[in-house]
């Protein structure tokens, strides 16, 4: 069902992919009209419109837009969005965090889409770049090999031992005869609670008339044993986060029905991401197994726990302020921290190691991406060879051929370097025509299929943005051949010279780069587009010093579109 908006108050209804219902109201009576425009574009971002798919989110959207009312009206605005002004805009980007902005922007876009009631200037900044960028976040370093063993090793345990204590409880329960007059055995006790649930001492006691035998610490034993607590439960779900690398708040709301039983030990899991929405993953046969064992594991308890609560995957049963109860949503952060204190499972320094699945998954991807080669006896020519005699013996450098190949490369590479840090070589008609008389003879004799300096003037060797000394020298390509770079990669070549007359190119090649940087994260756009886009801003400079007017008429001519370059379908921006 798509999001609602409802006016006096402004208020935003929603109904999110698993079903839940939310109604968010904004803060009425200082800009409602605004306030009403801003939740109808925050509607077209909500499920299933949009991504934003918890009321949480929801929430933090509808903050943003009542400071953004708050603020803009504080300082003299009156009206809808239609009648926001850039100054105005900006002022309180300026003065906002980072989320608050992010979020107002991506609410005034998805108006703008929408309706168009923005005016060019305030959409140009909406569109351009932001005022407070997001904070830099170190990443969660990987839990060491040793550590990562250490965990593993302990779940296994907890779960074999849990499970095996799970099937000797229900074997003792299947061989008990009904309690004699005496009292109960260990085996009429798991007779009784795998035939009705969970009991403690009084309960037993006040449905019998006769005490069990055994005492509470035996009997809490089998009801541990017969319906798995926090514990057992922690220990799967650290081994399923190992197996699977799930991201934490989908393994925690997992439901048994989520999961699709393909045969054998094959099995396709649907979760939810809570930034994102539902992703699937196809387990590996050892957390199939894994999980196929939690379903009998838990399968007594989800007999006697109540209706809602069935379908919950860790679904698990405690003894909670004195009563007995079930729980099956989310595992919270200290119970994972006293788990580890309890197992005494510490680091490779030595001190206690801290839990967090964030950092689970992190080693996941990790040891995932290297497992071909880490760990692995096929990474190793000899097992019985250390890396350093390996390294020594196969990797290093062992004939002249293969020496010449990679000082080639090293060389290469060095001078690309080099060309890059040269300055551009930018001239005018007379200075141009003055370099081509100027060429060495060799290049001006050259055979009859390689141009003449003369072609540097008239403008037959013109690439896209440059005049190219020799089309053919093979500088990007085979020797005698046309060059087949692309339009850009002149900036950086030896052969290029600028002159006015490409002026208008070079202006196209920069709005081009601009569009790549709306679209591209930085550490891509860096190493892609970033030294051309510095270069092409150095010869805009000298063309602006040396003919400012012909610079001048090139501007005008430009549009800023892809179709003005020659493209491949992979190199256009949206």
């Known amino acids: 069902m798509p999001a609602e908006v409802t006016e006096n108050p402004p208020t935003i209804s929603c109904v999110f992919s698993r079903g839940a219902a939310a109604a968010v109201a904004a803060e009425s009576g200082v800009n409602d009209v605004l306030a009403a425009q801003l939740l109808r574009g925050l509607a077209d971002l909500v499920h299933p419109h949009g991504p934003l798919d918890t009321v949480s989110t929801v929430r933090h959207y509808v903050h943003a837009c009542q400071s953004l009312v708050r603020e803009v009206t504080a300082a003299g605005h009156r009206g809808g969005a239609e009648r926001l002004t850039r100054g105005r805009l900006a002022e309180f980007w300026w003065s906002c965090g980072h989320r608050v902005e992010a979020n107002s922007r991506r609410v005034l876009a998805a108006l703008d ?5 923005l005016s060019g200037q305030v959409r140009a900044l909406v569109q351009g770049r932001v005022f407070n960028p997001a904070p830099s976040t170190n990443p969660l370093p990987p839990y060491t090999e040793n550590e990562w063993a250490m965990l593993r090793r302990t779940c296994r345990e907890i779960v074999r031992e849990a499970f095996a204590e799970h099937r000797r409880a229900l074997a003792a329960a299947d061989a008990a005869a009904a309690p004699a007059a005496a009292g109960w055995s260990y085996a009429d006790v798991c007779r009784r609670l795998a035939g009705s649930g969970p009991r403690s001492a009084v309960d037993l006691h006040s449905e019998d008339g006769h005490p069990p035998k055994c005492s509470g610490a ?5 009801n541990r044993a017969l319906f798995p607590a926090t514990d057992t439960v922690i220990a799967y779900v650290l081994l399923f986060t190992t197996e699977t690398g799930i991201v934490p708040d989908g393994i925690t709301g997992l439901r048994v029905s989520d999961v699709d039983w393909a045969g054998g030990e094959v099995s396709v899991v649907t979760y939810h991401k809570g930034r994102a929405s539902t992703e699937s993953i196809t387990l590996t046969r050892r957390a199939s197994t894994l999980l196929r064992q939690w379903l009998r594991h838990s399968a007594l308890s989800r007999r006697f726990a109540p209706e809602d609560r069935r379908d ?21 952060t200290e119970s994972f921290a006293h788990w580890a204190l309890r197992r005494e499972l510490v680091t490779d320094d030595g001190d206690p ?15 995932r991406n290297r497992r071909a080669w880490i760990g692995s006896p096929r990474a190793m020519v000899d097992p019985n060879h250390t890396p350093q005699v390996e390294g020594d013996r196969y990797l290093s450098v062992s004939t002249e051929q293969q020496r010449a190949l990679l000082d080639g490369v090293i060389a290469e590479a060095q001078g690309d370097l080099l060309r890059r840090a040269e300055a551009p070589r930018v001239l005018d008609a007379d200075q141009l025509a003055a370099a081509a008389a100027g060429l060495p003879d060799a290049v001006a004799q050259a055979d009859g299929g390689r141009p003449l300096p003369a072609g540097l003037v008239d403008g037959t060797t013109d690439a896209f943005a440059a005049a190219c000394i020799d089309p053919l020298a093979g500088a990007h390509g085979p020797a005698g051949e046309p060059c087949p770079a692309r339009p850009w990669v002149c900036l950086l070549c030896p052969l290029a010279i600028f002159a006015p007359r490409h002026a208008a190119n070079l202006l196209r090649l920069r709005a081009y780069f601009a569009r790549q940087w709306q679209e591209m994260p930085g550490a891509e756009f860096a190493p892609v587009f970033g030294p051309y886009a510095r270069r092409v801003d150095d010869v805009i400079e000298q063309l602006r010093q040396l003919a400012p007017a012909e610079l001048a008429a090139a501007a005008r001519t430009v549009t800023d579109q892809d179709a003005e370059l020659p493209l491949r379908p992979e190199e256009r921006t949206s």
């Open 353 to 367: 190691l801290r839990l967090n699945r964030q950092r689970l998954r992190t080693t996941f991807e990790v040891l």
């Open 113 to 117: 889409d929408s309706t168009g009631l």
């Open 218 to 222: 035996d009997l809490e034993r089998v």
């Open 312 to 332: 919950g995957m860790w679904l698990r049963h405690n003894a909670h302020g004195g009563r007995r109860k079930w729980f099956n949503g989310r595992l919270g």
